[in-house]
């Protein structure tokens, strides 16, 4: 299946793309995913991911999933 | 309850107020403000980005769920999003309800948990 990996904010800068489609297994979880495109990257635990558009854990396998969103802290408002 | 929920990239207008509900006892409304310094510094303004249907999402949930405790009968957000001038409005919410303190702590609470968990970003 495909996914589309969306960044934003700091995890933008540090990958270098904003949205980025890859194919992924439903067993692979969002860690795996993102250590396949982008090894150097290792997230720290301020760093959550999104898996369809809900905060989601970075080690439980993405299942069927269309979109993987890394969210740094956010500041919104 | 009505929840409206909205991102937009230019400068905020606050909805218009359709007249006919006469249980409503209060109206609060927070203006969240672009300030001149920002640690310390003096800025033009501060761009915001969101990822916008998890954000729209992530609101809606957090004031459905905030309703439980604080009942309101309407609730407004508008947040802009792109470049936000300094003396600009980033943030509108606007909450009307049959008594005043559940508008005033739905607003408070709101706010919290948007800064806590709303996929949204600012820089300057």
Partial sequence: MQINILTFALTRIELGFSERTVEASATETPRAILRRIAPDFAPDKSIRVAVNREYADWDKPVGEAYELALIPPVSGG | ?124
């Fill in chain 2, 1 to 124: 309850m009505k929840i409206h929920i909205e991102f937009t990239h230019s400068q905020i207008v606050p909805p218009r107020i359709l007249a006919g509900a006469n249980e409503i006892g209060a109206q609060v409304e927070f203006l969240g403000i672009v300030r001149e310094l920002e640690d310390g510094q003096a800025i033009a303004g501060l761009h915001y980005e969101a990822h916008e249907p998890m954000a729209q999402s992530t609101i809606e949930k957090i004031v459905a769920e905030l309703a439980v405790l604080y009942p309101c009968e309407a609730v407004w957000l508008i947040h802009r999003l792109d470049f936000v001038p300094v003396g600009e409005t980033a943030l509108f919410i606007r909450v009307r309800s049959r008594h005043r303190q559940s508008a005033l702590r739905m607003i408070e609470a709101a706010i919290d948990r948007i800064k806590a968990d709303a996929p949204i970003w600012k820089r300057f």
